[in-house]
């Protein structure tokens, strides 16, 4: 993340990816500059369960350290946030109304193995552009730029601790973000689009996860702008992208609904920002636990996750589906209730076991609301 006061070097306001060679965090640092930063290290403490070596390879916190550069590469790109975008790709399938199974259980007449085979392929190359390249880009220029904070908090990652090479970090950056683009454009043709729309989405994303990391503007600064951002691209971006892919993006519907999502995706963006609340404040960060303390922060993202899906509920019920709208109800409730017992009690010492018991609802929530927006008969109501 950011530090408060800024060197004013020119290279941080380049126009992208200025990856300055006298950072103290290069592999090309001063004796005394690497002195300073193992000073600050401490012990991994998360690690000492025996998960290290698994927690590494995931991206997340309290890995173990490793030299093997495959290893250090895929952290960097976290792949456990590659879930939710994946995630996000299945739900705009779903969504178009235009995906296809090899067998369907449920209807004799989507059956056609070989248009199902096609989809599926086509699906899954739609996941690969949205996880492992898009959202590699984005972690991996999100972890080169949260260095400083990292220092902090997770000294062990790669780059604070100098297991790979700027030189490295910026060609993956690069190879990443070229890649996806050219994957996203292969999609708009096998799709045969007359505009790119995978392509633009992807080039939008891309220029968001910039600003969000990256100085002058980086969003990250600013609790609801940041959060926000983060909620759109976990969950707008890839639902447009899945939806683009197998169908049209040409109602107000397919965009009011992701766009709602994205708040709640706010909320559970705060929940992250609770577990670094010393290092944004040490550094001067206005995420909105330090912004508006524990205790406001917590309502605020209640209130986000609830309030929205609870709206669109009320509008699956006011187009005419009852039913789905009964069953995004009944995924709400057990998430009210792990609010209740885990976020407003302890916002901070419950972070990992609130999303784990509450986000299974939410995403499942996503999903039938996609499911109901693709069998809905919009010729009867819009």
Same mark, same amino acid.
């Given at each position: 993340m950011n530090m408060q006061k800024q060197p004013k070097d020119a290279h941080l306001h380049q126009p992208f990816c200025p990856f300055p060679a006298d950072t103290t965090f290069s592999t090309t640092t001063s004796r005394a500059s690497n002195t300073q930063l193992s000073a600050r290290k401490g012990p991994n403490e998360q690690a000492s369960d025996g998960s290290g070596d698994v927690r590494q390879l995931l991206g997340v916190k309290g890995a173990s350290e490793t030299q093997e550069k495959w290893k250090i590469r895929l952290q960097l790109t976290k792949p456990v946030t590659w879930i939710p975008l994946v995630w996000g790709v299945m739900c705009g399938a779903a969504a178009s109304g235009n995906y296809h199974w090899m067998w369907n259980p449920f209807d004799v007449n989507d059956r056609d193995v070989l248009l199902g085979a096609t989809d599926a392929l086509k699906g899954f190359v739609a996941m690969i552009l949205a996880g492992p390249f898009l959202t590699g880009y984005t972690q991996t220029i999100n972890d080169?730029? =949260?260095? %400083?904070? =990292?220092a902090i908090n997770e000294p062990y990652r790669p780059i604070p601790s100098g297991a790979i090479s700027e030189g490295e970090v910026i060609a993956q950056i690069w190879a990443l973000l070229l890649g996806g683009l050219g994957i996203a454009y292969g999609l708009d043709v096998w799709a045969e689009h007359e505009f790119p729309t995978v392509l633009a989405l992807s080039i939008f994303g891309s220029f968001?996860?910039?600003?969000?990391?990256?100085?002058?503007?980086?969003?990250?600064?600013?609790?609801?702008a940041g959060n926000y951002a983060l909620g759109c691209s976990?969950?707008?971006l890839p639902w447009w992208c899945g939806q683009a892919v197998f169908g049209e993006l040409d109602r107000p519907v397919y965009f009011i609904l992701p766009i709602l999502y994205s708040i709640a995706g706010l909320g559970?963006?705060?929940?992250?920002d609770f577990k670094s609340i010393e290092g944004d404040r040490e550094l001067g960060l206005q995420s909105l636990p330090v912004a508006f303390g524990i205790d406001g922060a917590k309502w605020i993202c209640a209130g986000s996750v609830t309030i929205t899906q609870l709206c669109?509920?009320?509008?699956?019920?006011?187009?005419? %589906?009852?039913?789905?709208?009964?069953?995004l109800a009944g995924l709400i409730l057990p998430q009210m209730y792990f609010q209740a017992t885990l976020l407003l009690p302890d916002p901070?010492?419950? =972070?990992?076991?609130?999303q784990a018991s509450a986000q299974p609802f939410l995403v499942f929530g996503i999903l039938a609301t996609a499911l109901c927006v693709g069998h809905h008969d919009w010729g009867v109501m819009a």
């Amino acid at each position: 993340m950011n530090m408060q006061k800024q060197p004013k070097d020119a290279h941080l306001h380049q126009p992208f990816c200025p990856f300055p060679a006298d950072t103290t965090f290069s592999t090309t640092t001063s004796r005394a500059s690497n002195t300073q930063l193992s000073a600050r290290k401490g012990p991994n403490e998360q690690a000492s369960d025996g998960s290290g070596d698994v927690r590494q390879l995931l991206g997340v916190k309290g890995a173990s350290e490793t030299q093997e550069k495959w290893k250090i590469r895929l952290q960097l790109t976290k792949p456990v946030t590659w879930i939710p975008l994946v995630w996000g790709v299945m739900c705009g399938a779903a969504a178009s109304g235009n995906y296809h199974w090899m067998w369907n259980p449920f209807d004799v007449n989507d059956r056609d193995v070989l248009l199902g085979a096609t989809d599926a392929l086509k699906g899954f190359v739609a996941m690969i552009l949205a996880g492992p390249f898009l959202t590699g880009y984005t972690q991996t220029i999100n972890d080169w730029y =949260d260095r %400083e904070i =990292d220092a902090i908090n997770e000294p062990y990652r790669p780059i604070p601790s100098g297991a790979i090479s700027e030189g490295e970090v910026i060609a993956q950056i690069w190879a990443l973000l070229l890649g996806g683009l050219g994957i996203a454009y292969g999609l708009d043709v096998w799709a045969e689009h007359e505009f790119p729309t995978v392509l633009a989405l992807s080039i939008f994303g891309s220029f968001i996860s910039y600003i969000y990391s990256a100085p002058p503007l980086k969003l990250k600064q600013n609790g609801w702008a940041g959060n926000y951002a983060l909620g759109c691209s976990y969950i707008s971006l890839p639902w447009w992208c899945g939806q683009a892919v197998f169908g049209e993006l040409d109602r107000p519907v397919y965009f009011i609904l992701p766009i709602l999502y994205s708040i709640a995706g706010l909320g559970i963006a705060i929940v992250n920002d609770f577990k670094s609340i010393e290092g944004d404040r040490e550094l001067g960060l206005q995420s909105l636990p330090v912004a508006f303390g524990i205790d406001g922060a917590k309502w605020i993202c209640a209130g986000s996750v609830t309030i929205t899906q609870l709206c669109v509920a009320a509008y699956l019920y006011s187009i005419g %589906e009852p039913t789905y709208a009964a069953v995004l109800a009944g995924l709400i409730l057990p998430q009210m209730y792990f609010q209740a017992t885990l976020l407003l009690p302890d916002p901070v010492a419950n =972070d990992v076991k609130y999303q784990a018991s509450a986000q299974p609802f939410l995403v499942f929530g996503i999903l039938a609301t996609a499911l109901c927006v693709g069998h809905h008969d919009w010729g009867v109501m819009a």
